[in-house]
């Protein structure tokens, strides 16, 4: 029988030869031992796949993969494909744990929690202009209580922020991944609002580790996080539609747990149109105003807020407060 460690780390690598080496080394120096990295070098030009390979030589623990360019979503499908551990952490090739203790406390966790799917933590961003390190505010310390259900956990997750659109910072069940196939849509902007749209879908066993050692770098220059545009904003709307259209297969209860989820996502719509560099799309606007009606499903304090905004000032008004307040 082929040995399977705890964890399966996939980092997607494309031209980060400057900051590589700051990732791969705060996998190497963790005190848990139990993993296995899969470096996925997605058509790089720069040195990024000698240096990924420089790791492999020195630990039997790193695998490279090399693959042409084909985007985020491709190389995390196939570090899916390829991870033979029992749970999937995603690590950004430019970002770093900086707690070597980081992996031993969350497998801690999760032998106190066998029966988990999913484990959500924290993050810290980084802004590297000005050497800033921004703690993420949310209380990630919340523990389960017994006799608590699947569903009144993640109602409190989302009521507080704690289920956020992000693979970064979820330990995930890979047999849980593999055999509901979660894998990344390819060709898409914001891939991991659509993944995390689908792991919430199937109603998993969730718990929270109180950590915020995932080090989100920021400000980083030719970063396709860094810019958000009309091709971006297009695919936020496609998901947010496509979600009001399966949730009419859903229980009530459920339901109102999955659309909340994605009424926080419609935020980022109402904020970004007002955008300087999309205000005067009239076409962004109309569809965005027409799916008003997910701000009902406001398990979310954000969602709530901004709901009883909209009912006294307005769509319009509303979205251009929203977007002054986030700048």
């Not at 879908?201 to 718990?207: G, Q, S």
């Not at 695919?235 to 859903?250: C, F, P």
């Not at 970004?272 to 499903?297: A, D, F, P, V, W």
Request: one cysteine or more; glycine letters at 4%.
């Amino acid at each position: 029988m082929e040995y399977s460690p705890l964890f399966s780390i996939i980092i997607p690598v494309f031209n980060v030869e400057k900051y590589i080496n700051e990732c791969l080394d705060s996998v190497y120096v963790q005190s848990f031992k139990d993993y296995e990295v899969i470096l996925v070098n997605d058509g790089s030009s720069d040195k990024s796949g000698q240096i990924c390979e420089s790791y492999t030589q020195n630990d039997s623990r790193f695998n490279v993969i090399h693959q042409i360019n084909g985007g985020l979503s491709a190389a995390r499908n196939k570090g899916i494909i390829e991870a033979k551990g029992l749970f999937l952490l995603f690590l950004d090739s430019d970002d770093y744990w900086n707690d070597e203790n980081f992996l031993a406390g969350l497998a801690k966790l999760i032998a106190f929690n066998p029966e988990t799917d999913v484990v959500n933590f924290g993050w810290t961003k980084y802004f590297q202009l000005k050497d800033q390190f921004v703690e993420d505010t949310r209380n990630y310390s919340i523990v389960q209580k017994i006799g608590t259900s699947v569903g009144e956990m993640i109602i409190w997750m989302i009521e507080n922020d704690l289920f956020i659109a992000s693979a970064c910072n979820k330990c995930i069940r890979t047999e849980f991944v593999k055999k509901n196939q979660l894998l990344f849509k390819l060709g898409i902007r914001s891939e991991d609002m659509e993944w995390c749209g689908k792991v919430l879908y199937l109603m998993p066993k969730m718990v929270c580790y109180n950590s915020k050692s995932y080090i989100y770098r920021q400000q980083r220059a030719n970063s396709i996080t860094a810019t958000v545009d009309y091709v971006h904003v297009q695919n936020i709307i496609t998901m947010v539609k496509n979600a009001l259209l399966l949730s009419h297969s859903l229980p009530e209860y459920t339901k109102n747990i999955y659309l909340s989820y994605f009424a926080v996502q419609y935020l980022t719509l109402i904020y970004n149109i007002s955008s300087k560099e999309l205000r005067t799309n009239l076409n962004l606007y109309k569809e965005t105003h027409e799916m008003r009606g997910i701000l009902k499903y406001d398990l979310n304090k954000k969602v709530k807020i901004v709901r009883k905004v909209n009912t006294f000032l307005g769509f319009r008004l509303t979205s251009l407060l929203l977007y002054q307040y986030i700048r």
